[in-house]
């Protein structure tokens, strides 16, 4: 799914016309899902056992992934 989205993205952007990332592509998203859980994965638990992670589900849509973090964070636009 996210390898599905990191190519719907490069594909869309270019053909809007903008530029590509150019770690958008297989090898380098392997990279990232490595780097995540050796580096933030961890800190996943940390952060639970301690009851202050906050949990956003970057799938929806922009204006409702804002909605939700403006609700966690107690900020005001």
Same mark, same amino acid.
């Given at each position: 799914?996210?390898?599905?989205?990191?190519?719907?993205?490069?594909?869309?952007?270019?053909?809007?016309?903008?530029? $590509? =990332? %150019?770690?958008?592509?297989? @090898?380098?998203?392997? $990279? =990232? %899902?490595?780097?995540?859980? @050796?580096q933030t994965a961890p800190l996943i638990e940390y952060h639970q056992s301690r009851a202050i992670l906050r949990s956003i589900n970057g799938f929806l849509p922009v204006d409702a992934v804002t909605a939700e973090l403006l609700t966690v964070s107690g900020g005001n636009r």
């Open positions: 799914m996210l390898l599905d989205r990191v190519m719907i993205r490069a594909r869309e952007m270019q053909e809007a016309g903008g530029d $590509v =990332r %150019l770690d958008d592509n297989h @090898e380098a998203l392997k $990279v =990232r %899902l490595h780097t995540y859980d @050796e």
